[in-house]
Structures are given as C-alpha cells and as structure tokens.
C-alpha cells in the first residue's frame, strides 16, 4: 500500500540525501512511495552513507529534498 508523507515530515523518504524511488505531488507539498519499508540508500557522507534505509526512517542529518516546498 502506497505510503504519503507531508513536506513537513522529517522521514528519508523527504530527504535530499535518500536516493529511493519517489514522487511528488504538483504542488511540493507531499511524497508518495510504494510502501513505508521501500529502500533507498543514503548519499549523505554525515550520515549513514551508502547505506539501505527504509523511507519512513528518520535520522540526524535530515535535509528537505529541494522538489518539496
């Protein structure tokens, strides 16, 4: 089932770092990904780099993704 986040949200899934599959709505204001569990790695050098996260994860070097407003 289909997962959707605010842009407010701080999950991977909202991150610029998260390199998942991902849509955003029209307006920049929500991320839609397949389910809570789907991977991505993270490109964040700070963070958990090249590693697999799930997109409803959340971590300390959290950077909105520029496509959301």
Known sequence: MAQRYPS???KCAT???WTG??????F?????I????TKGRC???AGAYRVERDGG????????W????
Do not use: H, I
């Open 43 to 45: 490109m964040c050098r």
């Open 28 to 32: 920049g204001q929500w991320v839609t």
């Open 15 to 17: 991150c610029v770092y």
């Open 8 to 10: 407010s949200w701080k």
């Open 57 to 64: 994860l959340v971590c300390n070097s959290y950077v909105k």
């Open 21 to 26: 599959p991902r849509e955003v709505d029209f």
């Open 66 to 69: 520029p496509a959301l407003s």
């Open 34 to 37: 397949d389910s809570a569990q």
